[in-house]
């Protein structure tokens, strides 16, 4: 607390940013009964009129809203799963800050049946993943408008995506 009070500018971009994630994660059920995912994400990505929040580092805003997204009220039955609540939050978050952020869609067949996951990485590398990531196999994934080129795997996704009969 006593290093915030040394860098009041600091502090008050991190309560800015808290304020923004839980006005936004409030919003979070309606849009996405209104929207579908493709749509919800090409709309959560970077605007051009944002500008990159230098006050608040990676690690920093990651902490912050996976804080904000665990808190007991985003827990309740309206609400998606932390894995998804936390994914778009991250996704939405980071890329408006500027970094080069993709969101994943996966599942996996194991003995309880289909499951799905979600989750987010930044240069390849996942971050603050609620699950093992890599046991599932993505079937959509999604890149804010800077990110890096897409590699191989991902391009093959978008692919199988498409509509077969175009």
Known sequence: MINSLRHPFRFLSKAVLTLNLVLWLLRLPVMLRIRTIPLLLKNLGRSENYK????????????????????????????????????????????????????????????????????????????????????????YSYSSAYSLPASSDRSEIKRSTKDPHV
């Open 52 to 139: 990159r929040n230098v006050l608040i580092e990676l690690q920093d805003a990651v902490e912050i809203v996976t804080r904000i997204c665990g808190l007991s009220v985003f827990r309740a039955r309206v609400f998606p799963k932390l894995c998804l609540r936390q994914s778009l939050t991250l996704y939405r978050t980071l890329s408006r800050m500027g970094y080069p952020v993709q969101i994943h869609f996966g599942v996996i067949n194991d003995a309880n049946g289909f499951q799905g996951h979600s989750w987010v990485t930044v240069e390849g590398k996942a971050v603050a993943d609620t699950a093992r990531s890599e046991i599932f196999k993505a079937v």
